[in-house]
């Protein structure tokens, strides 16, 4: 087995080398970055987190940017979204589902709802079009110019549903010729093939064609079949066709977009933590080692995805000001079953484990057909100076069809029980936003939007054939239905004022708000749940500067929030359901980011976020473990209700109190190019999987690391890297109804690749 350096005696290289791309300039995810030419310190970096185009140091939000070299860095092995989740203060993402599926977190605000019709409070924007349901939200990360990370309200300028924050991902437009590409190769597999080309004419007319290939063979062994690799292998195949037209003021841009996904749903794996401790085990109990290459499992596991998008982009500048309208339609498709209780028959039957295994468990969750439209008309101002404006309308149409079913046996094919869902939602919204910059670098901004959504939801239970002790009355669910409506103004004000230059303090309010939401899986339960409208005021504030002649960066963000009505999902518990609830919740923290270039070619950066994010509700009720699960919860029980209890202080799920990242890199002139070495780190601490606090069901701590290491020139790039160096070993979830259930972070993964320029 190879053995790679412990994180200790990689930390003193951290300090030797730089970070390459991390500050540089938002710029075009290219094969290679070109070798250093000359000390040009850090550069600026361009947002458009307020929908034009501004210095990173000159916006009154707490923004983070990921561009260049370190997308190149962080995606070589096929990672797919989740590998956003601790590159920048704040920010997690986790899935029970894998790559198809993913949740935001920003500031401890999220949501661990697995059902298909979920509502979020971190939107994902791409290209200023919001993707609002769940499947939507994995599109796979190529062709790039940056993403960028919101965090704390930002429902005035953007889409819906933003109280905690936004990640907003750019892609590189037409207009230019030439292109890229890149293909690599590595452990289990591991490969990917990303190529962009873009052409122009003289009349105004370009194109740019972006594709991407990702695929990893079946590499973990399932000890209960006769075959070597049975799961966790996928192919993964997204494509963006882009035709633009320029005249004049007028700037035409088409978009057609489309992901197919196959493979292997997340894998579920049966008591890896033995009651009373949080430390992952082996398939033979106690005192075994974890082996993330095996598991025991009897069910079917597949997932299959299929996304499809087409966009209008239409922009006129007037002149004094520029008008806006950003048309788009989503449609999807999605299948996923999953051994949902991780092993191998039960404790009834001749045979099962790994552990107890109470009884079995498989389940299949469809979307038969998801259709998304939204419309957007927007007027900016075009000065730079004194008086600038934005405002405009947004309409938000989507219809979603979700089938769960249940299955008596591990490879039934007739489901026991079928669980259907309809939803229907339509929101509007009317924005505007104005600031004013005046001669002493004082600029003062303000925003409001009005906010109006209305929800129509139906499930039933059509067919029921479970046996009365599974399922109580044993019969089918005729259609229930809620109709829910929430509207809101939210606003937000800020001021920025460079005291120096190089160095701005900014402070910020605003007032967030999310829709009310359904929920309504009926394959076990028989009735549907509602949420009321989440509401959240955040206020922060923060310096921003830069000195040293521009080599050195330090911003920093303090933050407190007060949001009413949070809406929380009761997952599991008692059974495989997802339960709606109301509570207030409060939070404070700081968020730092350093970024230092003090020589040609050197380069680091480290950033940091303290969080707390706590439930501060006394009436905050939730079940904790199945009923066979043995697991130990820390919170006090209700008096009188076994097996419920209060969840009043504690942190929010799925949030760290403490985060850090930190890059560093370096590269010196060899011939005609360059040799470079880029590493990238993140660490988190303990994390709850539940809304209730527990032994097992959380991780202390997870440390992932990667490194980079090639040499490139103007065109060519060459490069061998390692994902996850420690091959750290983390559950990032798990289910609770049935046994000591989770899953764990990606494995270690070593290759090369190699990038040309044209």
């Not at 044993?474 to 460079?498: F, H, I, M, R, Y």
């Not at 968020?591 to 950066?605: N, R, Y």
């Not at 029980?637 to 985060?659: A, E, F, H, M």
């Amino acid at each position: 087995m190879r053995h790679f350096p412990s994180a200790t005696a990689i930390a003193p290289v951290l300090v030797a080398l730089a970070a390459a791309g991390w500050a540089a300039p938002a710029a075009a995810q290219d094969a290679s970055a070109a070798p250093v030419a000359e000390d040009s310190g850090l550069g600026d970096i361009i947002v458009t987190a307020q929908r034009r185009e501004e210095s990173l140091q000159d916006v009154p939000v707490s923004v983070s940017v990921l561009s260049g070299g370190t997308l190149d860095a962080i995606t070589s092995s096929g990672s797919d979204v989740r590998v956003l989740a601790g590159r920048v203060p704040s920010l997690n993402i986790e899935s029970s589902f894998g790559r198809t599926f993913p949740r935001f977190y920003i500031r401890g605000l999220g949501n661990t709802d697995f059902d298909l019709n979920a509502s979020q409070p971190v939107s994902l924007v791409y290209d200023d079009v919001v993707l609002e349901n769940p499947i939507l939200k994995g599109f796979p990360i190529f062709d790039l110019d940056r993403v960028e990370v919101l965090r704390g309200p930002q429902g005035t300028l953007f889409g819906r549903n933003t109280p905690a924050g936004i990640v907003k991902f750019d892609t590189v437009k037409p207009g230019k010729t030439g292109g890229y590409a890149r293909v690599s190769y590595g452990r289990y597999g591991n490969s990917q093939v990303e190529v962009a080309a873009g052409a122009a004419d003289d009349n105004g007319f370009s194109v740019r064609l972006s594709g991407l290939y990702q695929h990893r063979d079946d590499w973990v062994d399932n000890v209960a079949t006769t075959k070597n690799k049975d799961l966790g292998g996928y192919d993964d195949i997204a494509a963006r066709l882009q035709l633009q037209y320029e005249s004049g003021p007028f700037t035409g841009r088409l978009t057609g977009q489309v992901r197919v996904y196959d493979g292997s749903a997340i894998i579920f794996r049966a008591n890896t933590q033995v009651p009373g401790s949080n430390k992952l085990v082996g398939l033979g109990g106690a005192g075994t080692k974890f082996e993330r290459d095996k598991v025991w499992q009897d069910g079917l596991n597949f997932q299959k995805l299929n996304t499809y998008n087409v966009g209008l982009n239409l922009e006129y500048d007037f002149g004094p000001v520029t008008a806006y309208s950003i048309t788009s339609y989503w449609n999807g498709n999605f299948r996923s079953r999953g051994d949902i209780d991780g092993g191998f028959g039960a404790v009834f039957l001749p045979e099962s484990g790994p552990g107890l295994i109470p009884f079995q468990a498989q389940s299949q969750d469809n979307v038969p057909s998801l259709d998304q439209f939204t419309q957007e008309i927007r007027i900016a101002s075009n000065n730079s100076g004194g008086l600038g404006y934005q405002f405009g309308a947004f309409y938000f149409n989507e219809d979603l069809d979700i089938s769960s079913f249940e299955f008596g046996g591990p490879t039934d094919a007739t489901p026991s029980a079928i669980a259907v869902q309809r939803q229907e939602s339509e929101a509007y919204g009317i924005f505007g936003s104005v600031n004013y910059a005046f001669d002493n670098g004082l600029k003062l901004q303000a925003g409001a939007r009005y906010n109006h959504d209305t929800r129509d939801f139906v499930a039933s239970r059509p067919v029921e054939t479970r046996p009365i002790f599974v399922v109580n009355p044993n019969t089918p669910v005729p259609p229930q239905a809620a109709t829910v409506k929430g509207k809101l103004l939210t606003w937000d004000a800020s001021a920025t004022w460079e005291a120096t230059d190089g160095f701005n303090i900014y402070a910020r309010v605003a007032r967030g708000y999310r829709a009310p939401s359904v929920q309504g899986r009926l394959t076990f339960s028989r009735v549907i749940s509602t949420a009321d409208q989440e509401e959240t005021m955040s206020y922060e504030a923060g310096i921003k500067t830069s000195f040293l002649d521009n080599r050195v960066r330090f911003n920093l963000t303090g933050y407190y929030f007060d949001t009413k009505d949070l809406q929380l999902t009761a997952v599991g518990g008692t059974s495989n359901v997802a339960s709606l609830l109301n509570v207030d919740a409060k939070g404070h923290g700081i968020e730092a980011e350093l970024q230092a270039a003090p020589v040609t070619g050197l380069t680091f950066s480290v950033g940091g976020a303290w969080n707390i994010a706590k439930i501060d509700d006394a009436n905050a009720f939730v079940a904790g473990c199945g009923s066979a699960t043995p697991c130990t919860v820390l919170d006090p029980q209700r008096p009188g209700s076994p097996g419920i209890y209060s969840i009043d202080g504690n942190q929010l799920p799925q949030s760290p109190k403490w985060t850090v990242n930190w890059t560093a890199g370096y590269e010196f002139p060899v011939g005609n190019g360059a040799i470079y070495a880029f590493t990238d780190w993140y660490y988190r601490s303990k994390i709850q999987f539940f809304l209730y606090q527990s032994v097992e069901f959380s991780d202390d701590k997870m440390l992932e690391g990667g490194l980079r290491v090639g040499y490139r020139t103007d065109r060519f790039d060459i490069a061998g890297f390692v994902r996850n160096i420690t091959n750290d070993a983390s559950p990032t979830g798990g289910i609770d109804f049935n046994n000591i259930t989770s899953y764990v972070n990606e494995p270690r993964i070593w290759g090369v690749e190699a990038g040309v320029k044209f």
